[in-house]
């Protein structure tokens, strides 16, 4: 009992710690709008049409910041459904058997018929040991949200969820709109700033003023850091690829190819954005697909589960080392999670991930507690 309430308060105060940055970020747009509106617009800035100008557009980019914002921390994390999970009977057999070829026997005939293209380094059917479940394309377990997220592209502790392909797009548009925001608050407070200095330098500066220095200068800071971010996210979007693809080449049946899933910078476009061009750039679910199947520019991928369903027919009867494909078989649980460049970073590893039969959910369930 004392043991159950120690881990009931370790677990409350892990979740508050993991808040601290959403709190932190939320904390410091409530101070941006209070020293732009008031301290500059209202009280600062002389001309009733410099004033209604600068708060038009300031408010819209405002407003849509956040709702992205908001859209990706509370969007739930899209994850694989039930038809991934092994059944009660192949998760006993699995888990009890000790020959590993038995094992992979057991996963590869419970991947047929399931879209999967991406494989170990090894050529195993992907599976996650702690969730118990096979891993369909692009998922990767995350530690800290102790389940496999659907297209996972990272965990971002600054809106303590993960991204994925449910809010990958609201992620993007937070980013783009934060960075519009920063360049428009310090632009637009950028005289007012010089103004506030060289009254210093004459000794009539006026110190209530220190609000409109401090907004020039996080406005600058957070869009020189917003910028590169953005930049390389949009990067990632014309190349179809996540973060975690970025630094671990997804592997196919024909090998490792980190363009496997580059379809041109259109379609990749609206992999992510959709096809309704009204919804762009509005924090509004409109990307294509369902988060477990993904065309390739691979011309052998569509055969490539015919050979898993042949390997699985050559296990069964002859029980040899090699699949169909020729790829050696020595290792069925691989923790292809984990990325030596990123050791150590929970975000990126399986540590941590409780073990689990099945999933109880849908796709687009919300997250575990």
Same mark, same amino acid.
């Given at each position: 009992m ?5 881990? &009931?308060?370790?677990s409350?105060?892990?979740a508050?710690? *993991? ?7 939320t904390?410091?747009?409530?101070w941006?709008y ?20 600068c ?5 819209p ?8 914002y ?5 969007t ?9 999970c ?8 699995f888990?009890?058997d000790?020959?590993?070829t038995? &094992?992979?026997?057991?996963?590869t ?10 494989r170990?380094?090894?050529?195993e059917?992907?599976f +996650?040991?702690? +969730? ?37 797009k ?5 980013l ?16 007012y ?17 220190l609000?409109?220095v ?17 930049s390389?996210? +949009?990067f990632?979007?014309?190349k ?7 630094f ?7 090998g ?9 910078l *259109?379609?990749n ?24 199947s ?11 589960y ?9 296990v069964?009867?002859?029980?040899p080392?090699?699949h ?5 078989r020595?290792v069925?649980?691989?923790d292809?999670?984990r ?7 929970q ?8 073990? &689990?039969a ?9 997250? &575990?507690?």
């Amino acid at each position: 009992m004392v043991l159950k309430m120690a881990g &009931r308060g370790l677990s409350i105060c892990f979740a508050v710690f *993991r808040s601290l940055p959403v709190v932190f970020i939320t904390a410091v747009i409530v101070w941006s709008y209070y020293a732009y509106v008031f301290q500059l617009c209202l009280f600062t800035m002389q001309s009733d049409v410099e004033k209604i100008f600068c708060l038009i557009f300031y408010h819209p980019l405002l407003i849509l910041m956040m709702w992205a914002y908001w859209k990706t921390i509370f969007t739930p994390v899209a994850l694989p459904p039930n038809e991934f999970c092994l059944s009660s009977d192949d998760l006993e057999h699995f888990e009890s058997d000790p020959s590993l070829t038995n &094992r992979k026997e057991v996963l590869t005939h419970a991947a047929i018929g399931l879209p999967l293209l991406c494989r170990t380094p090894t050529g195993e059917v992907r599976f +996650c040991d702690k +969730c118990k479940a096979i891993k369909p394309d692009r998922a990767h377990h995350c530690s800290v949200c102790s389940a496999c997220i659907l297209k996972m592209d990272h965990h971002c502790p600054w809106v303590n969820n993960c991204v994925g392909y449910s809010n990958y797009k609201f992620f993007i548009l937070f980013l783009g709109y934060a960075l519009l925001y920063s360049l428009y608050s310090a632009l637009t407070s950028l005289q007012y700033f010089i103004s506030f200095w060289s009254g210093i330098g004459s000794g009539n500066s006026n110190m209530e003023k220190l609000h409109i220095v401090f907004l020039f200068f996080a406005g600058i800071m957070f869009a020189v850091s917003l910028l590169s971010l953005f930049s390389y996210h +949009c990067f990632l979007v014309s190349k179809n690829r996540t973060t975690l693809e970025s630094f671990q080449v997804p592997i196919f049946h024909s090998g490792p190819d980190k363009n496997g899933f580059n379809l041109g910078l *259109r379609e990749n476009f609206t992999e992510v954005f959709g096809s309704k061009k009204k919804f762009w750039f509005l924090p509004i679910f409109t990307s294509d697909g369902d988060g477990i199947s993904y065309k390739t520019r691979i011309p052998t991928a569509a055969n490539s589960y015919q050979a898993i369903e042949s390997s699985a027919f050559s296990v069964q009867h002859s029980g040899p080392s090699n699949h169909a494909d020729g790829l050696p078989r020595s290792v069925v649980c691989i923790d292809d999670d984990r990325n030596n460049l990123l050791d150590g970073q929970q975000q990126w590893t399986n540590d941590g991930g409780e073990s &689990r039969a099945g999933f109880d959910n849908k796709v687009l369930d919300p997250r &575990r507690p």
